[in-house]
């Protein structure tokens, strides 16, 4: 019995990433939502959003190799303690400087955060887990990311209209600060390494090591990483861009139906879709190999073509919201799968000293991977208004042949 439970230093991390994750995700809403009200300014809300994905891109692979050298239980704990003083200082500063200012350099930090904290924790899973409980350890953590991404933003929007930012900036300071006491207490195997060279060669030596490792090494990981990024850009960047605009500008609901709110609902679909994938990878992990995760992705594809249908063909709004619906709803699941497999085998197969700065590598790729793709279904969907159903089937199509991609990796996967 006792081998199918998680240890307790696990579940402290899983608890302080429910804390953290909450805090951060409702900084990220209230803040840029705060940036509108006072300014009025979508342009510039845009602006700001969109560039938000650079420190994390940047981060990401120092994190890696932060955690690969520094015992990750002081990382989170640092981490933690650091977000909580700066959400004080901007409390602090707040009508002293540039509301546009300071807005955008606390989103800055709090991304860049975000990108340096990650790899910590996922490369602390295989240290506090058996190798066998690693995907649903993985499960674990992608439904405390898909809830806090839920509530964070739907609590922190409630608490904001309520009260204002000045609340809902208090709360988060509470919550850094008790995520970084509790962290305190958790125990993650760490070995000293001992420097060689100064820090400059050492971190340029870890880098060329990953690098090599990704690419020539285990070439796989680097073609899984590939896998990962390329459906970021065709799937992912497409659910981001192409729903708000159907939604909100195509679809023609009476106009006693607030079209917003409609839209709010499907991104709660979504939501549920990644706490679905998450679950299911965790119940039935053991069961599950690797080696076809391109099946998860072809899925995904598929399910592109009956939203493009709705498009061409003339129907009510509201069947094509329907089909819209399920069809997001079992694509995020499939993809949550998908990333699940994609990171436990990961974890598994490289080695501990390894492990962070592979990891950093695949969210920073990831991470640019996915605004490029909104950029250019950006422009796309504003040229082929009117025939959004091509988007959909050629994007079925270029899923599809990530997946057949995918299933070329398999043949060079091992069974884990």
């Known amino acids: 019995m006792e081998q199918n439970k998680f240890s307790k230093d696990f579940i402290l991390v899983v608890i302080g990433q429910i804390i953290s994750l909450f805090g951060n995700a409702v900084m990220r809403f209230a803040l840029p939502m705060h940036l509108l009200n006072v300014t009025g ?8 959003s969109g560039l938000a994905f650079i420190p994390l891109a940047i981060m990401s692979p120092i ?25 004080t200082l901007f409390v602090l500063l707040y009508g002293e400087i540039n509301i546009v200012t300071i807005i955008l350099v606390m989103l800055f930090l709090l991304y860049g955060i975000s990108g340096a904290y990650q790899p910590s924790v996922q490369s602390s899973i295989p240290l506090l887990v058996s190798e066998e409980k690693v995907m649903p350890a993985n499960a674990a953590i992608n439904m405390v990311s898909s809830l806090s991404g839920l509530l964070g933003p739907a609590l922190g929007g409630m608490a904001y209209a309520a009260w204002g ?70 799937l992912s960047a497409l659910m981001i861009i192409g729903l708000p605009v159907i939604v909100m500008q195509v679809l023609e609901f009476p106009s006693s139906q607030d079209a917003s709110q409609m839209y709010g609902f499907i991104e709660a679909i979504l939501a549920m879709g990644g706490l679905a994938g998450g679950l299911y ?41 329907a089909v819209m619906a399920v069809s997001g709803l079992i694509i995020m699941a499939c993809a949550t799968i998908f990333t699940i497999q994609a990171m436990s085998y990961i974890q598994i197969t490289t080695p501990a000293q390894l492990i962070g ?52 990796i398999c043949a060079q996967l091992k069974s884990v």
Not at 174 to 197: D, H, L, Q, T, Y
Not at 380 to 404: C, P, Q, Y
Request: charged share 15%; with cysteine.
């Open 41 to 48: 300014s979508a342009a510039l809300l845009g602006v700001v």
């Open 63 to 87: 994190g890696g190799l932060i955690a690969d050298r520094v015992n990750k239980k002081n990382i989170m704990v640092c981490l933690d303690f650091f977000t909580a003083f700066l959400v």
């Open 165 to 234: 930012i000045m609340p809902v900036l208090y709360v988060c300071i509470g919550c850094f600060i008790f995520s970084a006491v509790m962290e305190i207490f958790i125990k993650i195997p760490f070995a000293k390494r001992e420097r060689n060279a100064s820090l400059f060669h050492e971190a340029k030596a870890d880098l060329i090591e990953s690098i090599h490792y990704i690419s020539k090494e285990r070439s796989e990981i680097g073609k899984l990483t590939l896998c990962c990024a390329c459906i970021n850009i065709s």
């Open 281 to 321: 990878a965790g119940i039935f992990g053991s069961k599950m190999d690797i080696r076809g995760f391109w099946k998860m992705l072809l899925a995904a594809g598929i399910l592109l073509i009956p939203i493009g249908i709705v498009l061409l063909i003339d129907c009510s709004a509201y069947t094509a919201y």
């Open 357 to 408: 700065k592979v990891i950093a590598w695949i969210i920073a790729l990831s991470t640019c991977a996915q605004p490029i793709g909104q950029v250019l279904y950006g422009f796309t969907f504003e040229k082929l208004a009117g025939h959004l159903w091509i988007i959909f089937f050629v994007s079925a199509a270029v899923t599809a042949l990530i997946a057949v991609f995918g299933k070329k």
